[in-house]
């Protein structure tokens, strides 16, 4: 039988073994991750076709009109609710919100890598298709209740983010960043796949909903216990939490800065969002000290360890993990008052985050030379608008009203004292004191030092303007108005607690 | 326009006047006169518009007057809720008084980021007044969180010395103080499901919150830790003179004037109108350290060799005098807490701005490197004096009603407490006069000083407005009590013995 017979066979073959084609709503349900993927590989093709000394700015153009063109079919997704390919893949409230968040956190990203790839003579045409390749990931854990489906997904997500890090290539630091987080991720990975044959072996299935009903009916043994202290510390390594987080200075250092604020925000709230899946929505046993003792410490070693940082981008870094261990707190309390929070949490850090990392990535100039704390003395009277720019974010890290990072802290702390944790609560206070002190010294740095003359002071191009602006907006957009967006997420969190799927009545303004 | 249509607005227009004013100061180009010009224009016109409040009040009932309600964030159910009532309305009014002077204060001593300091200033009135209106706690604490950022960028890019540290320290103190607060403002939150001010005092002297007995405790001291800081009371007043020290004029005028009002407005307002019973389980240790910092103030005062220093030692001895009256929860006692703070926002608000004038013309505060200035400087002399009188608390100035009441309140609750915050008065007397003696009187020590300027206009401008309300305060007071005698009958009711 020559070949086109055989491909002329296939689909009457096919029928016999009883397959169906999905329908085409199961498409749509993965269309962000559909459109992502192509605009990824135009990327890589377009690439060799252009001069490397100007491909910049075209390939960024494209990457870009691939995520606002994916953020825009998050649309249909969200008009088609359910189940897909077979219960893999589940379009809910919670999956959209991800989405979405993720999928800005790109765009912002892309904008703000615009012209930061040419001043750093970085090759734009890989780097900005495993962006797009990494979104994909990113977008697909969240909507995945597959836990195989889930650990693919957050396996693209990874090796793209590895790749990712090491782009400063000319930088010993780079390389450096790029392999400890190769071989430290690979490392955990592999906990998290243990923990999912673990699962499996202790309910038979590797299906979310499967799972939640055969954890619910049956008395528990060791085995799911294990299972989820395993997947535990796969993803606790991912959302860079304490007693898993110490690859995270040596990685945020050197990666290149725009790549950090993706970093800190996308992957993380990804893997927060696999998290509230595995422990929240399967009502997994034995997660509860386990998420309390991490948050504690966490919040601590992140909060302690940034004290003593002269580098903005490892005091970013030590703030990350403080930050995963606020958020941490709100998995700790009830799952009826912690889910929503914690969504909120992702979105408000994301929009305060990339946009501090925004301001670095421009400030640290070629070379990323000009990253310490005695680099910003005098930025205030050097560039105000920089300046102001970046005190707003800190200002929403530390938790200062009106900004979205307090509404966020804010929440989070409500949902843990709501369900009795007076200990965490007090931990997250003390630790939210001992934060504003480190915050506080580059908003000291930048306004009350002399200004520095041989740090070169830019005017800020035209794309990191739009996309600091951009989170500037939504930071203050969550501290005004946080109303809506927490609404949203209350409304996707309470189907998700429930384990039901409704249509979707609004969008998030993020 | 009905004067009486703009009753529900009003407190909005007064709060968000200057705030308003900040953000068009963005859009002004870098002419500094035009800048300052603005600053001056819309400051006044806040302190206009919101002389409403005191002249259309209603001063017989006890409930929130100009209230507005409306519904901010449904979760959680935080309200924009504002109100004022015979304490708060001279606190705003305060605030409005002293910022256009604050202003003119600041024409020539600052010299460069002028349009970023006019527009600090603004917000920082924005989010006092704010304080003072909000009637929904979550909306206090915003405005109480948000005072901290303008204060400490205007003490630590405009301040002189030590100003980093001083900036800093301010920061933590209270930032870790008001931590506690949110914590308690949550667990009621969490208790009662709102955050109304009006809502959870009736939840509370319902008794209908679950827990509240056995929590209660633990509440009034996290506010009470947060408005402590703030007061500042012994023994958490170690930042105080370190910003005052620091701070340019205006800083501290307003830090004084104002800010350390939030202290004892919050003390007033939340320890004592929510928790009447812990408040009075509480007041004897309370008034114990009032005490101290009334008579440790005036001791560290009388050894200042740095003349802001001493007059924000005499702060922390004032404000001494506040919490004592509080806590005696006496009707005079209470009286007499509203209008030292009144007296001293006045009093002290102007000696930081006469510091100020001298330190512009000699750019020290060495009380040493002066003396004898009442001879090349006679204007300047005696509105320094008639400022000092008013501190010291001469019987027709305004210092005398307001200590006087808290004294005879304190006596009714303990006699020898009474006793003792009485000494403060002598001590106060001792350090302000002997300041003033070394300063001003004898012949002139320095050369240099022989040829120091007298006030020019824009000075008296700024000044005349300080004696004439402590000298009217003194002979009138009555048109100030007559609205904070309801409020405070009503509040020394719920607590009263």
Known sequence: MNLSAMIHLLPAQLAATGFQAPPIEDYLRILPELVLSIFGMIVMVVDPLLDEDRHHKPLGAVALIGALAALGSTLAMAHHPGTAFSGMVRVDGFAVFFHVLVIAITAVVILSSYEYMAVQRIRAGEYYGLILFCTVGMCLMSSAVELVLIFIALEISSISTYVLAGFRRKDAASSESSLKYFLLGSFATAFFLYGVALMFGATGSTNITTIRESLSAGRHDLLPYVAVALMFIGLGFKVASAPFHVWTPDVYEGAPAPIVGLMSTGPKAAAFAVLLRVLIETKAPGWFWLIWISAALSMTLGNLGALVQNNVKRLLAYSSIAHAGYLLAAFAANRDFGTSPAMFYTAAYAAMNVGAFAVVSHFANAGEKYVTLEDYAGLGRRSPVLAATFTFFLMSLIGIPITGGFFAKFYVLNATLKSGLVGLALILVLNSAVGAYYYLRIIVMMYMREPRADVPVTAVPPAAALAIAICVIATLYLGVFPGRVLNFTTQSANQFVEGVVTPVTSMPAQ | ?497
């Open chain 2, 1 to 497: 326009m009905n004067i009486a249509s703009l009753n529900p607005i009003i407190l909005s227009l007064v709060t968000f006047i200057p705030a308003i004013g900040g953000i068009l100061l963005l859009l002004i180009p870098r002419r500094d006169r035009d800048i300052k010009v603005f600053a001056f224009v819309i400051s006044l016109l806040a302190f206009v518009v919101s002389l409403h409040l005191p002249v259309h009040m209603h001063r017989d009932a006890t409930t929130f007057k100009f209230e507005i309600d409306k519904v901010w964030i449904t979760t959680p159910n935080i309200h924009y809720h504002m109100g004022i009532d015979g304490i708060s309305v001279w606190l705003v009014v305060l605030t409005t008084f002293l910022t256009p002077l604050c202003v003119l204060i600041s024409w020539n001593s600052i010299h460069e980021r002028v349009k970023e300091f006019f527009i600090l200033l603004l917000l920082l009135e924005t989010a006092l007044i704010g304080v003072f209106t909000s009637l929904d706690l979550f909306l206090f604490y915003f405005f109480w969180e948000a005072t901290l950022i303008p204060m400490a960028l205007l003490i630590g890019m405009y301040g002189h010395g030590r100003k980093v540290y001083a900036a800093v320290k301010y920061f933590l103190f209270t930032m870790i103080g008001s931590m506690f607060m949110l914590a308690a403002i949550l667990w009621l939150y969490a208790k009662t499901g709102s955050f109304d001010f009006v809502v959870i005092q009736s939840a509370i002297r319902g008794g209908s919150i679950p827990g509240f007995a056995s929590a209660a405790q633990w509440l009034f001291l996290g506010f009470f830790v947060a408005f402590a800081v703030k007061v500042p009371l012994f023994p958490l007043h170690t930042w105080l003179p370190d910003a005052h020290v620091e701070a340019p004029t205006a800083g501290s005028v307003l830090l004084a004037g104002v800010l350390l009002k939030m202290g004892t407005y919050g003390l007033l307002r939340f320890n004592v109108s929510l928790f009447p019973e812990q408040a009075r389980r509480n007041a004897p240790w309370i008034m114990v350290l009032a005490l101290i910092g009334i008579i440790y103030g005036a001791l560290v005062a009388l050894v200042q060799p740095n003349m802001k220093k001493l007059i924000a030692y005499s702060s922390v001895s004032h404000l001494g005098f506040v919490v004592l009256g509080i806590f005696s929860f006496t009707t005079a006692g209470l009286n007499g807490a509203v209008f030292v703070m009144l007296a001293h926002g006045v009093a002290t608000g102007g000696l930081f701005m006469l510091a100020g004038i001298l330190y512009e013309r000699r750019h020290t505060y060495e009380i040493s490197e002066f003396g004898g200035l009442a001879t090349p400087m006679p204007k300047y002399a005696t509105f320094f004096l008639v400022t000092v009188l008013a501190s010291v608390g001469l019987p027709l100035m305004n210092g005398f009603i307001g200590e006087f009441l808290v004294l005879s309140g304190a006596f009714q609750a303990r006699p020898i407490y009474g006793i003792l915050a009485a000494t403060g008065v002598i001590w106060s007397a001792g350090y302000l006069l002997w300041l003033y003696q070394r300063v001003f009187f004898g012949k002139v020590t320095h050369a240099v000083n022989n040829s120091l300027p007298d006030l020019n206009l824009r000075e008296k401008v700024a000044l005349v407005p300080i004696a004439v309300a402590a000298l009217v305060m003194g002979v009138a007071p009555l048109v100030w009590l007559a609205a904070i005698d309801p409020a405070v009958q009503a509040a020394a009711k719920v607590v009263g013995q």
